[in-house]
């Protein structure tokens, strides 16, 4: 019986490990995610609307990220 216990005991720890985790590699993604957007608008607002259009630089760097 006590094998049992601490089975389920271990379980439920590895469980809350396996959350833990997950919920780093959402923040991690959404970190990522929010600097992307934040660059992507810092090198928009450095050009003007003509350059957004004709510059393919900002397109090619953008599928880089």
Same mark, same amino acid.
């Given at each position: 019986?006590?094998?049992?216990?601490?089975?389920?005991?271990?379980?439920?720890?590895?469980?809350?490990?396996?959350?833990?985790? #997950?919920?780093?590699?959402? %923040? #991690?993604?959404?970190?990522?995610?929010?600097? %992307?957007?934040? #660059?992507?608008?810092? #090198?928009?607002?450095?050009?003007?609307?003509?350059?957004?259009?004709?510059? %393919?630089?900002?397109?090619?760097?953008?599928?880089n990220k």
């Open positions: 019986m006590m094998a049992l216990a601490v089975f389920f005991m271990v379980l439920a720890r590895a469980f809350q490990l396996g959350k833990k985790s #997950e919920q780093y590699k959402k %923040t #991690e993604y959404a970190l990522k995610t929010a600097t %992307t957007r934040l #660059e992507v608008e810092n #090198e928009i607002n450095q050009k003007s609307d003509v350059d957004v259009r004709t510059d %393919t630089d900002l397109f090619n760097w953008l599928r």
